[in-house]
């Protein structure tokens, strides 16, 4: 059964810091990999999609990659903001269509 | 760009109501989703639509059924509410992996409804 964790649950750095969230699976045979944030009482904002015959994907200063064999990807975002505060969660593809979700990092960041 | 949309940002209803949470997408996708969101416990998948009248149960459908008529809106009701169904209702919407290569399939989310069962 896949499991996704995300390590760490929470996460306050000082404005301008570069910063790893991790997210781990358990089950390397994934067809994609999502990264997500959600503002507090808000729903989701896709950020980035990595497939599975992909490395990493880039989006502004946030850098997404995936290690499939070791079931790994980290979220990379450079020169942190205050804007930058919310939740970022990582899925994973389950079968063709459905994703199983990481319960996600809570990331604050201070001026 | 894709958008979501659901009725209620709020919700308050009693226990034993019926309740229904309307979602609407407006990108022809053909799948759409019912999902609860609990701290500590993440996003969980109630049910799956991946047709007109076409649905699949999640992890957690049991109090839920689901209704969808037309292609663009899927409606998760709630028979008779509970206590335990107080939670963040997020619904979101992506196109068939049979349309789109499954790896490039990306899924797209409503605002989401905080319904509280009093």
Same mark, same amino acid.
């Given at each position: 059964?896949?499991?996704?964790?995300?390590?760490?649950?929470?996460l306050?750095?000082?404005?301008?810091?570069?910063?790893?969230l991790?997210?781990?699976?358990?089950? *390397?045979a994934?067809?994609? @990999?999502q990264?997500?944030?959600?503002? =507090? !009482?808000?729903?989701? %904002?896709? &950020?980035?999609?990595?497939?599975?015959?992909?490395?990493?994907?880039?989006s502004?200063?946030?850098?997404?990659?995936?290690?499939?064999? *070791?079931?790994?990807s980290? @979220?990379?975002?450079?020169?942190?903001? =205050? !804007?930058?505060?919310? %939740?970022? &969660?990582?899925?994973?593809?389950?079968?063709?269509?459905?994703?199983?979700?990481?319960?996600?990092t809570?990331?604050?960041?201070?001026? | 760009?894709?958008?979501?949309?659901?009725?209620?940002?709020?919700?308050?209803?009693?226990?034993?109501?019926?309740?229904?949470?309307?979602?609407?997408?407006?990108?022809?996708?053909?799948?759409?989703?019912?999902?609860?969101?609990?701290?500590g416990?993440?996003?969980?998948?109630?049910?799956?639509?991946?047709?007109?009248?076409?649905?699949?149960?999640?992890?957690?459908?049991?109090?839920y059924?689901?209704?969808?008529?037309?292609?663009?809106?899927?409606?998760?009701?709630?028979?008779?509410?509970?206590?335990?169904?107080?939670?963040?209702?997020?619904?979101?919407?992506?196109?068939?992996?049979?349309?789109?290569?499954?790896?490039?399939?990306?899924?797209?989310?409503?605002?989401?409804?905080?319904?509280?069962?009093?």
């Amino acid at each position: 059964k896949q499991e996704v964790t995300q390590i760490p649950a929470a996460l306050s750095v000082p404005e301008g810091e570069n910063l790893v969230l991790n997210c781990s699976f358990t089950d *390397s045979a994934i067809y994609n @990999l999502q990264w997500f944030r959600q503002d =507090p !009482g808000k729903g989701l %904002t896709s &950020l980035l999609l990595i497939q599975s015959s992909q490395r990493e994907q880039t989006s502004g200063r946030l850098n997404a990659s995936l290690d499939k064999s *070791s079931g790994r990807s980290t @979220l990379y975002i450079a020169a942190s903001q =205050p !804007g930058d505060s919310a %939740t970022y &969660l990582c899925a994973v593809s389950r079968g063709t269509d459905k994703l199983i979700f990481g319960t996600g990092t809570r990331l604050q960041v201070f001026p | 760009d894709v958008k979501v949309t659901q009725s209620s940002r709020y919700l308050v209803k009693r226990t034993g109501e019926k309740v229904f949470l309307e979602c609407v997408q407006d990108m022809d996708h053909e799948n759409m989703f019912w999902y609860r969101q609990d701290p500590g416990l993440g996003l969980r998948l109630i049910y799956f639509s991946y047709d007109v009248k076409m649905k699949e149960k999640g992890d957690i459908p049991e109090g839920y059924s689901v209704s969808r008529e037309k292609k663009e809106r899927f409606s998760l009701i709630l028979e008779s509410a509970s206590t335990n169904q107080t939670s963040m209702y997020l619904c979101a919407s992506s196109l068939s992996s049979l349309l789109q290569g499954v790896a490039e399939n990306e899924q797209f989310f409503g605002p989401g409804t905080r319904l509280t069962v009093l």
